[in-house]
C-alpha cells in the first residue's frame, strides 16, 4: 500500500480506502519486554467461517467482555458487491466461536458497511457509502442488539440533515445508550473561496427504551472547508473528534477537538495540537478517551522520518495538556505509527501497520504501553506470528481488560495463498509477572525470619483475589502488611538485622492478630490485598502500578532498638 493511497484516507474522495476493521485471532505472537516485565500470549485467531479474498475482515475492530466484532466492509454478501458485513465471535471458555454475521437489512452494493463498535449487548456498525434519502454516499448507520444470544437489528441512524457524499457512519463510536457517527465530509459551512468543503461533523443519538434520537449535531470551532472533523470517541459526557486535515499549524497537520455534555447541549471545551505540530502530520486521524486522558495518532508525523508517526497523551488537569508523546522503540520512515489507537485506563495501544520487522517490509505491528503515575513506558510488541508483506496488522486495536485485539485486513487463514486479503483478527491475553521476593528477612528474638509471597491475581478492579501469605512470623505477635509503589530499598530498621524494604510512602493494612505458639516460629498472616483495594480506594495503586509489599510485625523481646520485626519484600505488577 503506497503512502499516497494512504494519505488519500484523510482526503476522503468518493474512492475512499476502507477504515478499520474489528477480530480477534491466534495467529500472532508478540515481543515482551525484560526479564520480569508484563507480557503476553497469542490467544486465538478468528476469521469469517464464509471468508473470501479481498472481504478486508479486521478493518475496524472492536470488543466489550467477551464480545468481539469484526467489520469486512469489502465483503460481497447478498446485498451486492462490497456491501460490507460484521463478524460477531463470543469468547465461550477457552476457544472463540462466530456466533453471527451481521449485515444492513436494506444494503446494496458499494455501502462499505463494516465501521464497528460495540458496548455491552449493543453494536453499531457503519455504512458510510450507503445511499439515503440525503443523496449517493450521504451514508448510514446500524444499531443491533443481542437477546437471549440473538442479534437483531434495533434501528438505522441517519443524520437529521444528511446530504450527497456526507459519509456519514465513516467512524462510531458507542458508550452506553449514547452513538456518536462522524460524517467527516459533510458541508455544513460555506466552503474557502475556490476551495472544497468537507468541513465534517458528528451525530450524537441516544436511546430512551429501544429507540434512538438525534439529540445533537456537533461541529468545530472554527470549522475550516477540508477539515474531514469526524474520527470520534466517548467516555460518559466527554466526546473528542479528531479534525486530521486541519491547516492551523501548517498543510494537513490536523487537531482535535473536546466537547462535554450537560443535559443534551454539547459544549466545545478545548481544541487540541502537538507540542511538536507539522505539516502532512494527519492528528487527530484515529482518537480515544478514557477517563480524563486522551490518546491521538498522528500516523504522518516525521519524527524518525517520513511517515514515521506518533501518538500523544493529553490530560485534563483543569485544562488539556499534552502528557507525552509516544513513539515506537525502533521508529523507520513510513511505519505509520498511530494509524489507530485506543486507550483503556493504564493501557495504551497503538497500531504501526507499516511496521518493516522479521526481515519483512510492511508487515505491521502494536504496541502497548503502560503508565505508571504521569510516566508512559512501552511494554510489549504485538506481531503476526507468520508475517507476510500487506497483512496491514494493527490497522486496528482494541482492548478490554487483559484482552487485546488487532485486526490484519491484508492477513489470510493457513493455507490461503497470501495477497487475498480476506483479512483476519489477532487476540492476545495480557500476563501479568509472578511475584518477586527480594531483600533480607530480620532475625527476631527467637531466630524466627519470616517470609511473605503472593498468590492470586494482583488487581486493581478486582473484589478479591490476591492474597499476602506469611509464614515463619514470631508465634502469637501481632502484625500487619505495609505497601508502596515507589521502588525497592534496603534501609536498616534500627540497629537490628531487619531492613525497611519498600520506598516510602507507604500505606499500611489493618492490623491482624497473631497465631502460634509463643516462643515458636510458627505463626502466620494473610490478607487480601484485592478486597483491601476495592473496599479502600485511596489506598489502591491502580492497575498498572508496580508494588512492594513487607510484613511488619511485634517482636518485643528483639535486642535490637526496635521492638519489631520485618519479613523480607515481594514486588509484584497490579492488573486491571
Given at each position: 500500500?503506497?503512502?499516497?493511497?494512504?494519505?488519500?484516507?484523510?482526503?476522503?474522495?468518493?474512492?475512499?480506502?476502507?477504515?478499520?476493521?474489528?477480530?480477534?485471532?491466534?495467529?500472532?505472537?508478540?515481543?515482551?519486554?525484560?526479564?520480569?516485565?508484563?507480557?503476553?500470549?497469542?490467544?486465538?485467531?478468528?476469521?469469517?467461517?464464509?471468508?473470501?479474498?479481498?472481504?478486508?475482515?479486521?478493518?475496524?475492530?472492536?470488543?466489550?467482555?467477551?464480545?468481539?466484532?469484526?467489520?469486512?466492509?469489502?465483503?460481497?454478501?447478498?446485498?451486492?458487491?462490497?456491501?460490507?458485513?460484521?463478524?460477531?465471535?463470543?469468547?465461550?471458555?477457552?476457544?472463540?466461536?462466530?456466533?453471527?454475521?451481521?449485515?444492513?437489512?436494506?444494503?446494496?452494493?458499494?455501502?462499505?458497511?463494516?465501521?464497528?463498535?460495540?458496548?455491552?449487548?449493543?453494536?453499531?456498525?457503519?455504512?458510510?457509502?450507503?445511499?439515503?434519502?440525503?443523496?449517493?454516499?450521504?451514508?448510514?448507520?446500524?444499531?443491533?442488539?443481542?437477546?437471549?444470544?440473538?442479534?437483531?437489528?434495533?434501528?438505522?441512524?441517519?443524520?437529521?440533515?444528511?446530504?450527497?457524499?456526507?459519509?456519514?457512519?465513516?467512524?462510531?463510536?458507542?458508550?452506553?445508550?449514547?452513538?456518536?457517527?462522524?460524517?467527516?465530509?459533510?458541508?455544513?459551512?460555506?466552503?474557502?473561496?475556490?476551495?472544497?468543503?468537507?468541513?465534517?461533523?458528528?451525530?450524537?443519538?441516544?436511546?430512551?427504551?429501544?429507540?434512538?434520537?438525534?439529540?445533537?449535531?456537533?461541529?468545530?470551532?472554527?470549522?475550516?472547508?477540508?477539515?474531514?472533523?469526524?474520527?470520534?470517541?466517548?467516555?460518559?459526557?466527554?466526546?473528542?473528534?479528531?479534525?486530521?486535515?486541519?491547516?492551523?499549524?501548517?498543510?494537513e497537520a490536523g487537531t482535535a477537538f473536546m466537547f462535554t455534555r450537560s443535559g443534551s447541549q454539547w459544549t466545545q471545551e478545548a481544541q487540541l495540537f502537538p507540542q511538536d505540530a507539522g505539516a502532512h502530520h494527519y492528528f487527530g486521524g484515529s482518537v480515544s478517551l478514557s477517563d480524563n486522558r486522551a490518546l491521538i495518532g498522528a500516523l504522518g508525523n516525521d519524527h524518525a522520518g517520513t511517515d514515521s508517526g506518533?501518538?500523544?497523551?493529553?490530560?485534563?488537569?483543569?485544562?488539556?495538556?499534552?502528557?507525552?508523546?509516544?513513539?515506537?522503540?525502533?521508529?523507520?520512515?513510513?511505519?505509520?505509527?498511530?494509524?489507530?489507537?485506543?486507550?483503556?485506563?493504564?493501557?495504551?495501544?497503538?497500531?504501526?501497520?507499516?511496521?518493516?520487522?522479521?526481515?519483512?517490509?510492511?508487515?505491521?505491528?502494536?504496541?502497548?504501553?503502560?503508565?505508571?503515575?504521569?510516566?508512559?513506558?512501552?511494554?510489549?510488541?504485538?506481531?503476526?506470528?507468520?508475517?507476510?508483506?500487506?497483512?496491514?496488522?494493527?490497522?486496528?486495536?482494541?482492548?478490554?481488560?487483559?484482552?487485546?485485539?488487532?485486526?490484519?485486513?491484508?492477513?489470510?487463514?493457513?493455507?490461503?495463498?497470501?495477497?487475498?486479503?480476506?483479512?483476519?483478527?489477532?487476540?492476545?491475553?495480557?500476563?501479568?509477572?509472578?511475584?518477586?521476593?527480594?531483600?533480607?528477612?530480620?532475625?527476631?528474638?527467637?531466630?524466627?525470619?519470616?517470609?511473605?509471597?503472593?498468590?492470586?491475581?494482583p488487581s486493581g478492579g478486582t473484589a478479591s483475589g490476591f492474597w499476602l501469605d506469611s509464614s515463619g512470623v514470631e508465634g502469637g505477635k501481632n502484625g500487619l502488611y505495609f505497601f508502596g509503589a515507589n521502588g525497592r530499598q534496603a534501609n536498616p530498621w534500627g540497629n537490628g538485622t531487619s531492613y525497611q524494604c519498600v520506598v516510602p510512602p507507604v500505606k499500611r493494612a489493618g492490623l491482624l492478630s497473631g497465631t502460634?505458639?509463643?516462643?515458636?516460629?510458627?505463626?502466620?498472616?494473610?490478607?487480601?490485598?484485592?478486597?483491601?483495594?476495592?473496599?479502600?480506594?485511596?489506598?489502591?495503586?491502580?492497575?498498572?502500578?508496580?508494588?512492594?509489599?513487607?510484613?511488619?510485625?511485634?517482636?518485643?523481646?528483639?535486642?535490637?532498638?526496635?521492638?519489631?520485626?520485618?519479613?523480607?519484600?515481594?514486588?509484584?505488577?497490579?492488573?486491571?
Amino acid at each position: 500500500m503506497s503512502i499516497d493511497t494512504l494519505r488519500r484516507l484523510f482526503r476522503i474522495t468518493s474512492t475512499l480506502l476502507v477504515s478499520l476493521a474489528i477480530l480477534a485471532a491466534f495467529c500472532g505472537s508478540l515481543m515482551a519486554g525484560p526479564q520480569g516485565s508484563l507480557t503476553a500470549q497469542a490467544e486465538a485467531e478468528l476469521y469469517a467461517q464464509d471468508g473470501l479474498p479481498e472481504d478486508r475482515l479486521g478493518s475496524v475492530v472492536a470488543m466489550s467482555g467477551n464480545t468481539a466484532v469484526l467489520g469486512a466492509p469489502l465483503d460481497d454478501t447478498p446485498k451486492g458487491v462490497d456491501s460490507g458485513s460484521a463478524y460477531v465471535f463470543e469468547h465461550i471458555g477457552s476457544t472463540w466461536k462466530e456466533e453471527a454475521r451481521l449485515l444492513a437489512p436494506d444494503g446494496a452494493q458499494s455501502d462499505f458497511f463494516g465501521s464497528v463498535a460495540i458496548d455491552g449487548d449493543t453494536i453499531v456498525v457503519g455504512a458510510f457509502h450507503a445511499d439515503t434519502t440525503g443523496g449517493t454516499d450521504a451514508g448510514a448507520a446500524y444499531v443491533f442488539v443481542r437477546t437471549a444470544g440473538v442479534w437483531e437489528e434495533q434501528q438505522k441512524l441517519m443524520a437529521s440533515d444528511g446530504n450527497q457524499d456526507d459519509l456519514f457512519g465513516k467512524f462510531v463510536a458507542i458508550a452506553g445508550d449514547t452513538i456518536a457517527v462522524g460524517a467527516p465530509l459533510d458541508d455544513h459551512a460555506p466552503g474557502l473561496p475556490g476551495g472544497p468543503a468537507g468541513q465534517g461533523s458528528v451525530y450524537v443519538f441516544v436511546r430512551s427504551g429501544s429507540s434512538w434520537s438525534e439529540q445533537a449535531k456537533v461541529t468545530a470551532s472554527p470549522a475550516l472547508a477540508g477539515d474531514q472533523f469526524g474520527p470520534a470517541d466517548l467516555d460518559g459526557d466527554l466526546l473528542i473528534v479528531g479534525a486530521p486535515v486541519n491547516d492551523a499549524m501548517g498543510t494537513e497537520a490536523g487537531t482535535a477537538f473536546m466537547f462535554t455534555r450537560s443535559g443534551s447541549q454539547w459544549t466545545q471545551e478545548a481544541q487540541l495540537f502537538p507540542q511538536d505540530a507539522g505539516a502532512h502530520h494527519y492528528f487527530g486521524g484515529s482518537v480515544s478517551l478514557s477517563d480524563n486522558r486522551a490518546l491521538i495518532g498522528a500516523l504522518g508525523n516525521d519524527h524518525a522520518g517520513t511517515d514515521s508517526g506518533a501518538a500523544y497523551i493529553f490530560v485534563d488537569n483543569g485544562t488539556w495538556v499534552e502528557e507525552e508523546r509516544l513513539v515506537a522503540p525502533n521508529p523507520k520512515p513510513g511505519d505509520l505509527f498511530g494509524y489507530f489507537v485506543i486507550l483503556d485506563g493504564i493501557w495504551a495501544i497503538v497500531g504501526v501497520p507499516q511496521d518493516d520487522h522479521s526481515g519483512k517490509a510492511g508487515v505491521g505491528s502494536a504496541f502497548l504501553f503502560v503508565r505508571n503515575g504521569a510516566n508512559w513506558s512501552e511494554t510489549v510488541m504485538f506481531k503476526n506470528a507468520i508475517p507476510r508483506k500487506g497483512d496491514f496488522f494493527g490497522g486496528s486495536v482494541s482492548i478490554d481488560g487483559a484482552t487485546v485485539l488487532v485486526g490484519a485486513s491484508g492477513d489470510e487463514p493457513e493455507g490461503v495463498p497470501t495477497s487475498t486479503n480476506q483479512g483476519a483478527g489477532h487476540v492476545f491475553h495480557l500476563v501479568l509477572p509472578p511475584p518477586m521476593a527480594y531483600c533480607t528477612a530480620g532475625t527476631s528474638a527467637n531466630g524466627c525470619q519470616a517470609s511473605v509471597s503472593g498468590n492470586g491475581v494482583p488487581s486493581g478492579g478486582t473484589a478479591s483475589g490476591f492474597w499476602l501469605d506469611s509464614s515463619g512470623v514470631e508465634g502469637g505477635k501481632n502484625g500487619l502488611y505495609f505497601f508502596g509503589a515507589n521502588g525497592r530499598q534496603a534501609n536498616p530498621w534500627g540497629n537490628g538485622t531487619s531492613y525497611q524494604c519498600v520506598v516510602p510512602p507507604v500505606k499500611r493494612a489493618g492490623l491482624l492478630s497473631g497465631t502460634g505458639t509463643i516462643g515458636q516460629c510458627d505463626g502466620t498472616f494473610s490478607q487480601d490485598l484485592n478486597a483491601l483495594w476495592s473496599t479502600t480506594p485511596a489506598k489502591n495503586p491502580g492497575a498498572g502500578a508496580v508494588v512492594q509489599a513487607q510484613l511488619w510485625y511485634r517482636d518485643p523481646l528483639n535486642t535490637s532498638n526496635q521492638t519489631t520485626s520485618l519479613s523480607d519484600a515481594i514486588e509484584f505488577a497490579v492488573g486491571p
